[in-house]
């Protein structure tokens, strides 16, 4: 957790595909047998997360798989629909076709222009968009905060793996609420 502090107005809180299709009992990762035990924890620690950003100051991003094809997130369906927490109407909100938030988004631009140089992640899933977002932050300069306890994947094993791996590459992680007392 070295390293924490943060400057809340250089921050983004970016809320990775927390819909329906990933985090509800009736999305299409449970219909298919997915263990969903560690998700409505993790989609607890988000919505906390969200609130202390936002009074903070944080800016927040919002993002969902948003797919022209393929089982998941497929446009115009509600496996797209943003769960709790959700977007207000004055958050970014930004659609991905792939995995990584900042593919084919121009969120690195938008972020930059704004200032910000710290990323804090959470949502879904810890092994796919999380990491993939996380490694593309690194290559476009950000640093990256890892909410812990706010981010979760079907497999526990994965979920550590894969946090290990994104510490020893140069990621901070933390619980959220370490987080939000950093931006008091």
Do not use: N
Not at 147 to 160: E, F, I, K, R, S
């Amino acid at each position: 957790m070295s390293g924490l502090a943060v400057i809340p107005a250089r921050t983004a809180l970016l809320v990775i595909d927390i819909q329906r299709d990933f985090a509800a009992p009736d999305g299409a990762m449970a219909r298919a047998g997915a263990d969903m035990t560690a998700i409505a924890p993790a989609v607890d620690q988000a919505k906390a997360l969200v609130a202390a950003a936002r009074a903070a100051g944080v800016f927040p991003v919002f993002s969902h798989v948003v797919a022209p094809d393929g089982p998941l997130g497929r446009a115009g369906t509600r496996g797209t629909d943003f769960l709790d927490p959700a977007p207000r109407a004055d958050d970014l909100v930004v659609r991905k076709p792939r995995y990584s938030v900042f593919s084919h988004t121009g969120l690195a631009d938008t972020l930059k222009a704004r200032g910000i140089d710290t990323l804090v992640l959470c949502g879904l899933t810890t092994e796919c968009c999380i990491q993939s977002s996380a490694w593309d932050a690194f290559e476009r300069d950000f640093r990256v905060v890892i909410a812990t306890d706010a981010v979760a994947a079907y497999q526990p094993q994965l979920h550590q793996a894969v946090l290990r791996a994104l510490e020893l590459s140069g990621a901070i992680l933390a619980p959220a609420a370490a987080i939000a007392a950093s931006w008091k």
